[in-house]
């Protein structure tokens, strides 16, 4: 079966850090490009971050860039989003996609140019005092 798997959100305060993971099984990771996106009620979805289907190329939101840092492990089906000095405003659900790489750019994938070929389930991220 294929599924993405999140994990690691959670209630954290102002300045904090959380470290997102996101484990495939059913499929090879390694064959897609990854990117974290997250949702907030009221707000469009954002792509955050975003990581070639080697790990040679990033692409992250004006927002979070220098604060998050995505990586992958493709021995292990796994992508991670490292998140340190977060603010109020990072407050949303993360979602873990995949999309197939073919002639496109992780630039095209976090600006939400390709729907993407699997999510994961969402994990909660609260940033509050």
């Known amino acids: 079966q294929v599924q993405l798997v999140e994990s690691g959100g959670g209630l954290v305060q102002p300045g904090g850090s959380l470290r997102l993971s996101c484990v495939a099984s059913?499929?090879?990771?390694?064959?897609?490009?990854v990117g974290w996106f997250r949702q907030t009620p009221g707000k469009e979805r954002e792509g955050v971050s975003c990581?070639?289907?080697?790990?040679?190329?990033?692409d992250y939101a004006d927002s979070v860039n220098g604060r998050f840092t995505i990586s992958r492990d493709n021995a292990r089906n796994t992508v991670h989003l490292q998140m340190d000095k977060l603010r109020s405003e990072d407050t949303a659900v993360y979602y873990c996609a995949v999309v197939s790489p073919k002639r496109r750019t992780v630039q095209g994938i976090c600006r939400g140019l390709y729907e993407p070929d699997y999510w994961g389930q969402g994990t909660q991220v609260t940033v509050s005092s």
């Open positions: 059913g499929f090879t990771l390694d064959d897609y490009a």
């Open positions: 990581i070639s289907s080697v790990g040679d190329s990033t």
